[in-house]
């Protein structure tokens, strides 16, 4: 996995003014199976004002659950921390720091190691990190073969409520809705004409 950020220095003020509209990114290149992905997602914190991966913080908040009533902390760690960590692992964030309330008020803190602590957890509550990268990676593999190499058209891919597969539907060029569309024109426009240069660029350097 390698990453970059958006901005040379993380906020590290302690100025309780700050813009809810203001956010710091991670660009993350992993390979997953077969599969490079390229995506960005938010970083909440980090360690010390640190630049580094490893010292990345995820920050959550949640309603506080008795460890000791067994339903309801079941059904915290198998749904709502076991999508904490895949949030997290997708951008490779080693830590989370989760407070508890009730009423409003902050009860504790608990911190929650993602590459080591999470997964094992996860087994006791019959939950695989395991299988869930596996299906990630067989599902971009399926896609990859029903699109190909199609950059024109749009395939729409979705799973509804407690169905067990995953339906696409097809629409030619110029009949999909454009707030389906997050690969526009514009962008693959410029991504055509920056591999050209880098081409042409190549090519003077061997001549």
């Not at 040379?8 to 809810?20: L, Y």
């Not at 990190?129 to 395939?155: E, M, Q, R």
Request: some cysteine; overall charge negative.
């Amino acid at each position: 996995m390698t990453t970059a950020i958006t901005d040379q220095e993380p906020d590290t003020s302690s100025n309780p003014d700050f813009t809810k509209s203001e956010a710091y990114y991670s660009v993350v290149n992993i390979k997953l199976g077969d599969h490079s992905l390229l995506y960005s997602g938010e970083v909440d914190c980090c360690l010390n004002g640190s630049k580094s991966q490893s010292d990345y913080v995820e920050l959550k908040t949640n309603e506080y659950v008795n460890k000791n009533d067994k339903g309801k902390y079941d059904k915290f760690v198998r749904n709502k921390l076991f999508k904490w960590w895949v949030q997290s692992y997708l951008l490779g964030v080693p830590i989370i720091k989760a407070g508890s309330h009730d009423d409003g008020i902050l009860k504790y803190v608990e911190t929650y190691d993602t590459i080591s602590e999470l997964p094992e957890m996860f087994n006791e509550y019959n939950r695989s990190t395991k299988a869930c990268v596996d299906f990630c990676d067989k599902f971009l593999t399926s896609v990859k073969s029903v699109i190909g190499k199609d950059d024109k058209n749009v395939y729409i891919f979705q799973r509804k409520r407690d169905a067990k597969e995953i339906t696409y539907r097809f629409e030619e060029e110029g009949t999909t809705d454009q707030s389906e569309i997050f690969v526009h024109d514009e962008y693959k426009q410029e991504i055509a004409e920056t591999s050209k240069k880098a081409r042409t660029e190549s090519v003077c350097l061997i001549l």
